[in-house]
């Protein structure tokens, strides 16, 4: 395993500077969404600096993304924890001044509820609830730096939050996942409206569906075919939302975004 400080590309935009860094907390496979956002501002010339527990995948997909030609860099870490997420964003701002701050961060194990134990509910909370928490705290006094200086620039900063259909709603044997993402959404929201009037973009983005990357498709592969043509969510197609998000002008931003496959019901 390479050291964090070997995890470089040596792909340098010239103006970087003008563009900022996007910080991605919550990155796992290459084949994953957090690596889709990646790809999509790192061609545009965004340095890219991505975040996830697993040291391993995290090297494999900044590997990846390097051989394409952007600017990356990985450190690992968990975003519960605030040490850790202060290294996320001191990372983000070495490479260019931070513009937009992703929370991709939280899994979701599904067992019946007289089932579940205290340590699972509270490990939910924490990769989304309080991971969204810390990466807020951390983020916005870098993005709010960036808006104030003398050419604030209409559209952005942004901090985007990666939600669910269970920030909306509980289903079933989803009470931890369904009650973290709920508080989530909530905190969005709130941070929208106190921060929204200083000039950063806060959005969060309901995903109603399943998404066609490894997470999914490797427990249930029969989803791809069963789901039927652009059945499922592509990375792709994700990614190029939270970019046309953060490049809102700020005169009609969006603060919370539903996207779910052409025929899923709703």
Excluded: C
């Excluded at 900022?20 to 956002?37: E, K, P």
């Excluded at 979701?108 to 939910?124: G, K, T, V, Y």
């Excluded at 066609?212 to 791809?224: F, I, M, N, Y």
């Amino acid at each position: 395993m390479k050291k964090e400080s070997e995890m470089i590309s040596s792909s340098e935009p010239g103006d970087a500077a003008i563009r900022g860094s996007i910080l991605i907390a919550g990155v796992g496979s290459v084949q994953g969404l957090g690596a889709a956002i990646a790809r999509r501002f790192g061609r545009e010339g965004y340095p890219v600096v991505l975040a996830g527990r697993n040291a391993e995948k995290l090297e494999a997909t900044r590997s990846r993304l390097d051989a394409d030609g952007i600017t990356v860099r990985a450190t690992s870490g968990d975003v519960a924890n605030q040490e850790d997420v202060k290294r996320f964003v001191a990372a983000a701002e070495e490479q260019a001044p931070l513009a937009v701050a992703v929370h991709n961060a939280g899994s979701n194990r599904p067992a019946p509820f007289l089932e579940l134990a205290q340590e699972e509910f509270e490990a939910h909370w924490r990769e989304h609830a309080l991971g969204a928490y810390h990466l807020a705290r951390a983020a916005l006094p870098a993005l709010l730096a960036r808006q104030n200086r003398d050419q604030p620039f209409s559209h952005g900063p942004s901090l985007i939050f990666t939600g669910a259909s269970g920030s909306l709603r509980g289903k079933a044997n989803y009470a931890p996942f369904s009650a973290a993402k709920g508080a989530l959404r909530n905190l969005s929201q709130s941070l929208a409206r106190e921060f929204g009037p200083w000039g950063v973009h806060v959005a969060h983005v309901v995903i109603d569906g399943g998404i066609a990357g490894e997470r999914l498709l490797s427990k249930r592969p029969e989803l791809q075919d069963s789901r039927g043509p652009d059945g499922l969510l592509n990375i792709d197609a994700i990614a190029d939302a939270y970019w046309t998000l953060h490049h809102q002008h700020r005169s009609a931003w969006t603060q919370e975004l539903d996207l779910r496959p052409w025929s899923e019901s709703f």
